[in-house]
């Protein structure tokens, strides 16, 4: 704990410098042991920031880095080294206009080099090589005279200068407020010259996400953009907006061109959701300059989300601009088995799971067990129910068929005297039926959806019931004269086929259900059904 309590000045020695101590805080996990050696890396590297959290042995909890004496020095270096890169540049900005082009460059330093430990490790030489030899005469051709051509070029070698040093943290009041200004410039830049995205990104800087996050967004929005003819997909990124996790919205970076609409749908992992089993919202997103936002999910009685694991899906809107149509042509539907809330054949982008509602702590976990418990009582009730139905339904069934069977040796050429027997028959059978289509009637899918477990084998039993109903209708028809014999023939066949499938099926289902054990958090399962 000495080490940590020095000062700012404090220069730490190189067994200190190299000893693997540090655990960086990354998203959601951390990493290490580090040496500073391989954090002063992971800075340089942008795989960590100055205010990314840190822990060692006899730390009480985890800091921000640039709170930790223990790294003042190594964030100093690299401010210094920013702090002088702008230095460098704001001077050739200022250089005499008559000066030439290629004299006033030399002023500029062949590369941003920073030491990495005790190496001489420069950043990429070829990228900053690009900027200087093609990009700046480009832009000072397009744009302006000599002179004047100079002056842009260096004021873009400024603004790279004052991205780098936003990264490292030195420059973070000042370029906060100039942000809006600087971004279109920033834009430019890196859409003119693609490696400049490796210190310079085309989107803000977002408070509402984390930095984790925010870098998946900057690697998508400067990735590569795709072609008309290209089968891959194009690189995109997804972030969570903290600023309501009850009613969450989502960043999406893409190089897609601006305009493309996409659609973002999540959907609840049911055993991690409280009070519920299901959950599902959807809303859309246009990319801007290759940023988008979604608007809040909520349900879909505008209810705030439940708290658990969601899965974000990011796919293709059914209405696209023609340039964004011809790029996603020809990339192939995905494969593997999507959610039945997907549209068939849909284009899937991206996916990304979340925890959303509020915080996965020991009272969600009690909550979420408690939530369970009631469950487990609440699908044997269920289980119950359905065997009742079942049990009914194949007596339906079974009933009509075999009072047609008993009309006469032939139903086809029914006399007057089975007709009234039939029709007695008929009235009484209908009761139950008209019963049975109350409870079925009752069944919408929002209330399927929200009230039941078993939702799909309360569906295959009102498929099977309204089946079974459809035979006995046919048989009535036959009875009743208004059905010949060629006509009811073809019809009987297929709908008794069906009716006694889906009778079986659902028999089936049930006992599936009565096998399957809960999941490992004590939630009754469902998989299969």
């Known amino acids: 704990m000495d080490e940590l309590q020095t000062g700012p000045q404090a220069s730490p ?19 290490g042991p580090f040496s500073l050696a391989e954090v002063q890396v992971r800075l340089i590297e942008k795989q960590a920031l100055p205010d990314s959290y840190v822990w060692c042995e006899g730390m009480p909890d985890w800091s921000p880095m640039n709170e930790i004496a223990a790294f003042a020095s190594l964030l100093g270096q690299l401010q210094a080294v920013a702090g002088t890169l702008t230095g460098t540049l704001i001077e050739a900005l200022n250089a005499p206009p008559k000066e030439e082009p290629k004299a006033a460059l030399a002023a500029v330093p062949e590369v941003l080099s920073i030491p990495v430990a005790d ?18 005469p480009e832009v000072m051709t397009k744009k302006a005279s000599a002179s004047s051509g100079l002056k ?13 040093a936003t990264y490292l943290g030195a420059l973070k009041p000042v370029t906060q407020a ?39 967004l900057r690697t998508a929005a400067t990735a590569p953009g795709i072609s008309e003819t290209s089968s891959l997909a ?41 009070n519920q089993v299901s959950a599902t919202a959807r809303s859309n997103a246009i990319i801007d300059r290759r940023l988008g936002k979604s608007t809040s999910l909520r349900t879909s009685d505008g209810q705030p989300l439940p708290r658990g694991e969601y899965v974000v899906y990011v796919t293709e809107a059914a209405s696209q601009s023609d340039a964004t149509a011809s790029l996603l042509a020809n990339i192939a539907p995905v494969t593997t088995k999507l959610p039945a809330l997907l549209p068939t054949g849909v284009k899937l982008l991206a996916s990304k799971t979340y925890f959303l509602g509020g915080a996965r702590d020991e009272k969600y ?36 068929a075999s009072v047609f069977a008993k009309a006469g040796p032939n139903p086809k050429k029914l006399g007057s005297v ?28 929002e209330s399927l959806s929200k009230d039941y477990f078993y939702t799909s084998l309360y569906t295959l039993t009102r498929e099977a019931g309204l089946s079974i109903e459809g035979v006995h209708q046919l048989q009535t028809g036959r009875a009743d004269r208004k059905l010949d014999n060629k006509e009811f023939e073809i019809k009987i066949g297929s709908a008794m086929s069906l009716a006694q499938s889906t009778l079986n099926q ?24």
């Open 234 to 274: 194009p690189q995109l990124g997804i972030a969570l907006s903290t600023s309501d996790l009850l009613a969450p919205s989502f960043y999406v970076a893409s190089h897609l061109p601006d305009g493309a609409r996409l659609e973002v749908t999540l959907e609840g992992i049911s055993e991690t959701l409280l």
């Open 506 to 529: 659902l028999k089936s289902k049930i006992e599936q259900a009565e096998k399957l054990s809960p999941s490992s958090n004590g939630m009754p399962r469902r998989d299969g059904l």
């Open 152 to 164: 842009i070029a260096l004021s873009g070698l400024v603004i790279v200068g004052l991205a780098f």
């Open 365 to 400: 976990e009690a909550q979420l067990k408690e939530f369970h418990a009631k469950l487990q009582a609440k699908v044997v009730t269920e289980l119950t129910e359905l065997k009742q139905f079942y049990t009914t339904l194949d007596a339906q069934l079974d009933s009509t």
């Open 119 to 136: 190496s001489t490790s420069e950043l990429d030489a070829a990228d900053i090589k690009q900027v200087r030899d093609e990009a700046i």
């Open 418 to 445: 089975p007709k009234k027997a039939w029709f007695t028959f008929h009235k009484e059978w209908k009761k139950m039926a008209d019963q049975l289509r109350q409870s079925f009637d009752r069944w919408t899918p």
């Open 13 to 31: 020695n190189s067994a200190d410098f190299n000893a693997k101590r540090w655990f960086i805080y990354i998203v959601d996990h951390h990493e």
């Open 178 to 216: 100039l942000s809006n200004a600087l971004q279109p410039k920033l834009f430019f830049l890196v859409d003119r010259v693609p490696p400049l995205g490796r210190w310079i990104s085309p989107i803000p800087r977002l408070d509402d996400v984390s930095s984790g996050d925010w870098e998946t």
